[in-house]
């Protein structure tokens, strides 16, 4: 009997040992989340995507100005937190951190699925910044836009925040026992390989997601893009039903004729009835060009979002959308041979009103992408970010408008009084030369996706321990998205990949810093 009360007392001291140390390591957390933010709560948030685990809002205490050590001003910088997966007994374990980029941080963290999809194997905080000017994070609230405040609004110190985040947060240098693995899509994509480029001391592994980090002057040409689009168009034409042209050769046409158009001005009635403009319609040439312009935002966004299953990432679209589009011209061709306008319109239907939920006419001035913030990008495509995209008829299915730096140039000063660097990017980050240097990035690429012209592509001159994925049948960074079971084989071969690449750099980073534990 004494033998087992001895016993019993030995549990129960271990018990709540254990609990205290569990209730520490949870209250350390806690702390570090308190002590460098202003508010934060404690609250979880259900996200729209019900298949992801809910999150917290925090609100971190950011720099200003990372380069200017006379200016210590500081702004909120709205960050995201899912610990579901965090095994509370390892205090090392990993953070997956996704590089917000330019939108609402909510909307990334609701169509980045892949990271959740492979928590589990890991145990990760999983870690969503908001990218600074976008979404909640204006470091001068409704005045951030102000031509005198646009200044700090830099990719530049977008990783600062990032890289200054993690330091504050989870230890500088030596101290900092934690291997974290940089996410990102796009933009994101590309501030992920760059934070891994000029940070590798901070972050020790990046998935760069369809990051265009060649799409800069004298790198890629300036066609690639709407080439990229038609071949898009091209592939997915229904020559079953309608056999007289591709469906890039009908869209080029209805783009021709309504060129023919822009200074007919007995035409502009016509034209606002047979697009459903919203008033006050068409009324100038300037209303037709605002007109053509909708619909090219239309045709060159869905080659990005031509994902094989239904998805609302930038607008709610159907499986496949570029198929259902070239479909309806298809159909549309058949009724009406001579009715380019129809076909065209039918076709930007998809994109702009595929489930019939924004009225009875076309807003010409809408945003092109709600959950994507214009103004921020507007801005960073006159200082930093000059990607040269233009149209070529010889290649593409839409007007001539080549790339005309010059012409960014001044709309640049006339906006935002500031001229475009079209040289910076690649001086401060590095082009094709820094991937013979960088370890521990894995670059990857859809077929339908055309930022892949500019992106890092197989072929492309790498060391050893840079990665380079296509992706058959994949859009816009479809391997971050969840997994699906209409996914191609060739996207859930791209994420074991990445999966495989992620756990190494995990054990590399917990060997060189002599932690016991493997992944």
Not at 5 to 31: D, M, R, Y
Not at 456 to 463: F, K, L, R
Request: charge should be positive.
């Amino acid at each position: 009997m004494q033998q087992r009360l001895l016993k019993t007392s030995a549990f129960l001291i271990l018990l709540f040992a254990t609990i205290a140390i569990l209730t520490f390591v949870q209250g350390i957390e806690q702390q570090r989340f308190r002590r460098f933010n202003n508010r934060y709560t404690n609250k979880l948030l259900k996200s729209k995507n019900t298949n992801l685990p809910p999150y917290k809002v925090f609100y971190f205490k950011q720099r200003l100005d990372h380069y200017d050590f006379s200016n210590d001003k500081t702004w909120s910088q709205r960050y995201l937190i899912c610990d579901s997966f965090v095994d509370p007994k390892n205090p090392n374990t990993p953070i997956f951190l996704y590089t917000g980029n330019e939108g609402d941080i909510i909307n990334f963290y609701e169509n980045t699925g892949m990271m959740f999809d492979i928590a589990p194997e890991f145990k990760p905080l999983i870690l969503f910044i908001e990218h600074r000017y976008y979404g909640e994070s204006y470091p001068f609230g409704k005045d951030s836009y102000k031509l005198e405040n646009i200044k700090y609004l830099t990719s530049e110190q977008a990783l600062a925040d990032y890289v200054y985040f993690l330091t504050e947060n989870y230890g500088l240098d030596m101290k900092r026992n934690r291997p974290v693995i940089a996410f990102g899509g796009s933009y994101g994509g590309m501030l992920s390989a760059w934070i891994r480029f000029k940070y590798p001391h901070v972050v020790d592994g990046a998935i760069a997601a369809s990051a265009p980090i060649f799409q800069f002057t004298g790198i890629s040409p300036p066609n690639i893009y709407t080439q990229i689009c038609t071949e898009d168009f091209r592939n997915s034409s229904n020559l079953n039903i309608y056999k007289a042209a591709t469906c890039d050769q009908v869209i080029k046409q209805g783009f021709l004729q309504l060129q023919s158009m822009i200074q007919d001005s007995s035409k502009y009635s016509y034209l606002t009835n047979k697009f459903k403009v919203c008033s006050p319609g068409i009324r100038n040439a300037n209303d037709v060009n605002q007109l053509i312009n909708f619909l090219y935002q239309a045709y060159t966004t869905l080659p990005m979002v031509n994902y094989p299953y239904p998805a609302n990432f930038l607008m709610p679209l159907p499986a496949f959308p570029i198929t259902v589009v070239c479909d309806r011209i298809a159909n549309g061709m058949v009724k009406n041979p001579t009715d380019y306008l129809d076909a065209i319109l039918q076709g930007a239907n998809v994109y702009y009103n595929y489930t019939g939920s924004i009225g009875n006419c076309n807003n010409l001035t809408a945003p092109d992408s709600p959950s994507l913030g214009d103004e921020g990008w507007d801005v960073q495509s006159c200082n930093e970010m000059v990607m040269p995209i233009g149209n070529y008829p010889d290649t593409d299915m839409f007007l001539s408008a080549p790339w005309n730096l010059d012409y960014q140039k001044n709309y640049c000063y006339q906006k935002w009084k500031v001229v475009p660097r079209e040289n910076y990017v690649i001086t401060h980050y590095g082009g094709k030369r820094i991937l013979k240097e960088a370890t521990n990035i894995v670059f990857s690429n859809g077929q339908f996706d055309p930022w892949r012209g500019g992106g890092v592509n197989i072929g492309t001159e790498v060391n050893e321990k840079i990665k380079l994925i296509y992706i058959e049948k994949g859009a816009h960074h479809l391997d971050l998205r969840s997994s699906n079971p209409l996914d191609p084989q060739s996207v859930v071969q791209a994420r074991q990949q990445e999966v495989n690449e992620i756990r190494k750099w995990i054990n590399e980073f917990y060997s060189e810093r002599r932690i016991k534990r493997r992944v």
